[in-house]
Nanobody, 122 residues
Framework: QVQLVESGGGLVQPGGSLRLSCAAS????????MAWYRQAPGKERELVAD???????NYADSVKGRFTIFRDNAKNTTYLQIYSLKPEDTAVYYC????????????????WGKGTLVTVSS
């Protein structure tokens, strides 16, 4: 079965850095877009950044200049490099990917990881 697993979250002081990873595994034919979302307590889930299979990126205004999304297609993995963390970045970060299963070979389906918690506090 196709799965997404996030890692790299933790407790970081304001101004610190962190790198999140999201690895896709299973019977994968190809991966289209991959993305990072986050959800803070009491707030709706929001898109943080996304990246196409060809490497085109998009960012939320609140994270531009601090967050960088990239991917390693050979490893079916996407990363979110974060600098200058702020307390308002505290949230559960979720990985999302549109994946074409081997048995399909035509249409992609959305998959979600279970999330990794990032806490920014002094």
């Amino acid at each position: 079965q196709v799965q997404l697993v996030e890692s790299g979250g933790g407790l970081v002081q304001p101004g610190g850095s962190l790198r999140l990873s999201c690895a896709a595994s299973g019977s994968i034919f190809s991966i289209n877009a991959m993305a990072w979302y986050r959800q803070a307590p009491g707030k709706e889930r929001e898109l943080v950044a996304d990246i196409t299979a060809g490497g085109h990126t998009n960012y939320a205004d609140s994270v531009k200049g601090r967050f960088t999304i990239f991917r390693d297609n050979a490893k079916n993995t996407t990363y979110l490099q974060i600098y200058s963390l702020k307390p308002e970045d505290t949230a559960v970060y979720y990985c999302n990917a549109n994946i074409v299963p081997i048995r399909s070979r035509y249409y992609g389906m959305d998959y979600w990881g279970k999330g990794t918690l990032v806490t920014v506090s002094s």
